[in-house]
């Protein structure tokens, strides 16, 4: 069978169309990844995707959809909370498992009630449905390997197995979408992505993700939706994944690497890795940009089978918010082949000031007993107080002016560095790297296996990299700017010149694992740093 790649345009979509409506099977460009598309209503075209891919028939399909209206053709019953999901987020990355129709047959649902429903935003997915049917589409890779994010990869795995590919160029999300049950009484994620359960929860007020994700099925439990069974997303050299703090990971990969292997690691870490000599390293990303994680993962695994590596060691992003999706991927590459780097929970909690960080350090230290708190301000007050730190020292050998009888005086120091860029980034970089030292020690000594780092500049000091969880609290602008005008004693002009060279909430929650809400109610923040220890820290 001739396979034929075209690029999407209107033509080629009315191509595509009229082969599925045929009973053929076309590669198709969505959002996620690339899909083997066939009729969802025809049993016998459903059955050449398993053919094509070599897929065991026990995993179901999703059904791929263009309108709302078709949600009745397809699922026996829609509950209204479906509907606020479909609202907030299709089209879009996100699946709903749901009662399926008569009209669905046992071949798309591997024999289950349910059926998974998704409206792909990709304007060629969404055209060709248009054109021709709802669509049964899982990834268009050979089962088991790495999904495709372009459609060369489609061509790499599918040719003369299926007679057209569409190029609708590089997929933007780059694992596949979110898939959450919704036959429950409560939202339960079965495959994380880049809708997360706290987006699902904002919108429907509960959410909980299915144990699976983290650890695979149980022997003999049946998979409610792709992706939970057999080992997915692998290159042909075995993966070590290194899961912990990055820092630790990056260790530790250090230590089992031979000349033999590869690497998957953190843009912070690829240049480290080049210059002890390691060779077939690449990057997903800042390690904090799980956006980029997901985009880069899949080409990243496929490139390794260009390679001769015998062995993979990956570092894992971190697990919570975003990361989830890439980290489910990774962890079921590895066939669930884990180490884990980092013994302790080490949280970083950072944003603006008067943002109530260290009101939510309070609570949650009265949440958990076994939670130490190390306030990183503290600590760097603390060091210039102690002669025997050195810290002082350093910083009186690089700024002279600003030592009074051999101590810092702190309003010269601010006047000295605060006018003048660079030598605020020299301060910085000595009082850094001295609080991570003083923090380091203090972590590996204290008892407690929870620790909560108070980080005002959390990622600018690369102190994120100690971390195996990053928190930004978010306040309301006004209750904010309250709050520091009366701690400060500052003029309102003050307190909004101070706000304004901040971070804005945008910064936090691009960089940030998770998230917490500040509205200037007590209450409500007990309540946030409740749900936050009984949810996160298990």
């Not at 075209?6 to 169309?17: I, M, Q, R, V, W």
């Not at 066939?38 to 065991?56: H, S, Y």
């Not at 978010?474 to 706000?499: F, H, K, P």
Request: proline residues 6%; neutral net charge.
């Amino acid at each position: 069978m001739e396979t034929r790649l075209l690029k999407g345009c209107e033509e080629s979509y009315a191509e595509a169309a009229r082969l599925l409506l045929a009973g053929e099977v076309v590669g198709i460009p969505t959002e996620t990844v690339y899909g083997l598309a066939a009729n969802a209503l025809d049993p016998q075209a459903v059955k050449k995707i398993f053919e094509a891919k070599g897929r065991p028939q026990d995993n179901p399909l999703i059904v791929h959809i263009a309108d709302l209206a078709q949600l009745d053709l397809v699922a026996s019953r829609v509950p209204e909370s479906v509907y606020r999901l479909a609202d907030a987020f299709w089209p879009g990355p996100l699946t709903m498992i749901l009662p399926k129709s008569d009209r669905i047959p046992i071949e798309v649902s591997a024999g289950l009630d349910t059926v998974g429903v998704r409206m792909p935003a990709h304007k060629a997915a969404h055209r060709i449905i248009e054109l021709s049917s709802p669509l049964a589409a899982p990834s268009a890779n050979t089962s088991g390997k790495p999904s495709p994010t372009t459609a060369n990869h489609v061509f790499e795995d599918m040719t003369e197995r299926i007679p057209l590919i569409i190029d609708g160029g590089r997929c933007t999300v780059g694992v596949e979408s979110t898939v959450v049950d919704m036959t429950g009484d409560t939202p339960r994620v079965l495959r994380p992505g880049a809708i997360t359960e706290e987006m699902i929860a904002e919108v429907l007020g509960d959410a909980d993700t299915d144990i699976a994700t983290k650890k695979g099925l149980k022997k003999g439990e049946k998979p409610k939706s792709p992706g939970m069974a057999y080992r997915h997303y692998a290159p042909k050299a075995p993966i070590i994944l290194y899961e912990g703090a990055p820092e630790d990971t990056f260790r530790r990969i250090c230590e089992e690497y031979n000349k033999e292997d590869g690497i998957i690691c953190f843009d912070e870490y690829k240049a480290a890795f080049k210059e002890l000599g390691f060779k077939r390293v690449y990057s997903l990303g800042p390690s904090w940009d799980h956006r980029a994680h997901d985009r880069r993962l899949f080409a990243v695994l496929r490139r390794f089978d260009s390679t001769k590596a015998v062995r993979i060691h990956a570092q894992c992003p971190r697990e919570y918010g975003a990361g989830e999706g890439s980290v489910n991927r990774l962890r079921k590459s590895a066939g669930f082949v884990c180490v884990r780097c980092t013994e302790k929970t080490i949280i970083g909690l950072t944003g603006g000031s008067g943002s109530g960080k260290g009101f939510f350090c309070r609570l949650l230290a009265e949440e958990r007993p076994d939670i130490r708190v190390i306030d990183t301000d503290a600590v760097y007050h603390g060091l210039l107080e102690d002669p025997q730190s050195g810290l002082t020292e350093a910083l009186l050998a690089v700024f002279p002016t600003a030592g009074n009888d051999g101590r810092i005086d702190r309003k010269a120091l601010a006047a000295v560095v605060f006018s003048d860029s660079e030598k605020l980034a020299v301060l910085n970089r000595i009082a850094h790297a001295a609080v991570i030292a003083a923090c380091r020690e203090e972590i590996d000594a204290c008892p407690q296996p929870i620790v909560l780092l108070d980080v005002p500049l959390l990622f600018q000091s690369g102190m994120d990299r100690m971390c195996t969880m990053t928190v930004g609290m978010l306040a309301d602008r006004e209750v904010t700017l309250r709050r520091i005008i009366s701690r400060d004693n500052l003029t309102r002009a003050e307190g909004e010149a101070r706000l304004q060279n901040q971070p804005q909430d945008k910064y936090y929650l691009s960089h940030c694992d998770l998230t917490v809400k500040n509205n200037g109610k007590a209450e409500d923040l007990e309540k946030a740093a409740a749900v936050f220890a009984s949810k996160y820290l298990i």
